[in-house]
């Protein structure tokens, strides 16, 4: 079946720095991904919708500058964290969906975020 | 707009025993229905997915999961849970209309006990 594949699993940085988290579909190609966002017994919060070649569409209440995504292929995109902050420490799952409109969501293992 | 209602956010059940998660969506026209398996620091799984057709859609590890639309519901049931079943369950709605993007319940926890 279709794989996502999501790294680091795990990222400890320092306030101040940025961190990136790469997305890949491993064996489809994807127009778009989506980044979400788990905090703590919470649900997923969708932060912007990833499109191959375009500028991201990002949700309300989600900072543009502070969370850069690139879409430069088919198969991979990027959420760079900038400036990491203590309260961006969090879950991030990346998902991305075949070319099909009917195609479900193939989701990421999830990148641990913690922010000293 | 399209909202996701999981109505228990913790269901604990004995091993073996039945179980059903309660999902209610709001949405004025067709979607897509789906729900998914998370454990414990992982991404989510695709348990099973109602596009259109019979109402009785089955996934996998034995679940199932009903689509009644006058209810507005999409139920996911197990008759016999299993220790491993223990991980958090998201309902989730599809809606072209809306950008493509898809909505989740707030999740239901399952723990199943010995």
């Known amino acids: 079946g279709a794989v996502v594949s999501q790294h680091p699993s795990r990222v400890i940085c320092k306030s101040g720095t940025s961190v990136k988290i790469e997305c890949r579909s491993l064996?489809?190609?994807?127009?778009?991904m989506f980044w979400y966002r788990q905090f703590p017994k919470k649900s997923l919060m969708l932060m912007a919708t990833?499109?191959?070649?375009?500028?991201?569409?990002?949700e309300q209440g989600v900072e543009k500058d502070k969370f850069l995504i690139n879409h430069a292929s088919l198969t991979l995109s990027t959420l760079t964290v900038t400036s990491a902050h203590p309260e961006d420490s969090s879950f991030y799952i990346c998902?991305?969906?075949?070319?099909?409109?009917?195609?479900?969501?193939?989701f990421g293992n999830g990148t641990r975020l913690t922010v000293t | 707009a399209q909202s996701v209602t999981q109505l228990d956010s913790q269901v604990p059940v004995f091993e073996e025993a039945p179980v059903e998660l309660r999902c209610n969506y709001s949405s004025s026209v067709s979607v897509y229905l789906f729900w998914y398996v998370q454990y414990p620091n992982q991404g989510l799984q695709l348990l099973l997915k109602y596009l259109s057709g019979s109402t009785l859609v089955k996934g996998i590890n034995g679940f199932e999961a009903e689509f009644n639309k006058s209810q507005t519901s999409f139920h996911l049931r197990k008759p016999s849970v299993h220790i491993s079943d223990t991980a958090e369950y998201f309902c989730a709605v599809f809606l072209r209309a809306a950008g493509n993007k898809l909505t989740f319940g707030g999740g239901t926890r399952v723990l199943v006990k010995p």
């Open positions: 990833s499109n191959e070649g375009s500028k991201a569409t990002y």
């Open positions: 064996d489809f190609q994807a127009t778009t």
């Open positions: 998902s991305a969906r075949e070319l099909s409109p009917d195609s479900p969501l193939h």
